[in-house]
T-cell receptor, first 113, second 116 residues
Framework: DAKTTQPPSMDCAEGRAANLPCNHS???????VYWYRQIHSQGPQYIIH???NNETNEMASLIITEDRKSSTLILPHATLRDTAVYYC??????????????FGKGTHLIIQP | DTEVTQTPKHLVMGMTNKKSLKCEQH?????MYWYKQKAKKPPELMFV???????INESVPSRFSPECPNSSLLNLHLHALQPEDSALYLC???????????????FGPGTRLLVL
């Protein structure tokens, strides 16, 4: 799976949009971009994933650049409960069997009141 | 129900003890996972079970012994652990890993293990 690079930490004011970047310059054509987050003392939680089109769900939006070498996770109206470590993971979606997630160091997002 | 449960929440054990961690899901998932997370580090994959068979072992020491007695249950048997094995042990499940459609891994809250 391709390696990802994320800033170690970010701050965002409550109520504002939080934009979390991720670089994945070695991504290949069959690799998806996944985002998970881990709130303190909890298990990781799936947020969103995409291949090349922008995606939106009830939690967040995912913007993937046209060359697919980077992406941005957007939390449109951040709340204090969004304070967590956010992991960007690139992985192949194949039918070859179950495989685990390879977590990088992630971005510690701190929402300020 | 998208819940993965893990018991116990906390466990303290000596280096000569034998203990087991349990994980359960009732989502009909056929892939289950064990991860280990040290303090201030990301989770690291230990084992993957697919259709109750061990499919991936990430070179985990034999003092960790996984078991999948049925499609809903996953155990991790612990024996002769070392203090450096103290960590948060996370269980996850996913649909089956065999398809190309969206497949989310659902994580439990973890068992926090302290080895004395």
């Amino acid at each position: 799976d391709a390696k990802t690079t994320q800033p170690p930490s970010m701050d965002c004011a409550e109520g504002r949009a939080a934009n979390l970047p991720c670089n994945h310059s070695t991504i290949s054509g069959n690799e998806y971009v996944y985002w998970y987050r881990q709130i303190h003392s909890q298990g990781p939680q799936y947020i969103i994933h995409g291949l090349k089109n922008n995606e939106t769900n009830e939690m967040a939006s995912l913007i993937i650049t046209e060359d697919r070498k980077s992406s941005t996770l957007i939390l449109p109206h951040a709340t204090l409960r969004d304070t967590a470590v956010y992991y960007c993971i690139v992985r192949v979606r194949s039918g070859g069997g179950a495989d685990g997630l390879t977590f990088g160091k992630g971005t510690h997002l701190i929402i300020q009141p | 129900d998208t819940e993965v449960t893990q018991t116990p929440k906390h466990l303290v054990m000596g280096m000569t003890n034998k203990k087991s961690l349990k994980c359960e899901q009732h989502m009909g998932h056929r892939a289950m996972y064990w991860y280990k997370q040290k303090a201030k580090k990301p989770p690291e994959l230990m084992f993957v079970y697919s259709y109750e068979k061990l499919s991936i072992n990430e070179s985990v020491p034999s003092r960790f012994s996984p078991e999948c007695p049925n499609s809903s249950l996953l155990n991790l048997h612990l024996h002769a652990l070392q203090p450096e094995d103290s960590a948060l042990y996370l269980c996850a499940s996913s649909q089956d890993g065999q398809t190309s459609v969206k497949e989310t891994q659902y994580f439990g809250p973890g068992t926090r293990l302290l080895v004395l």
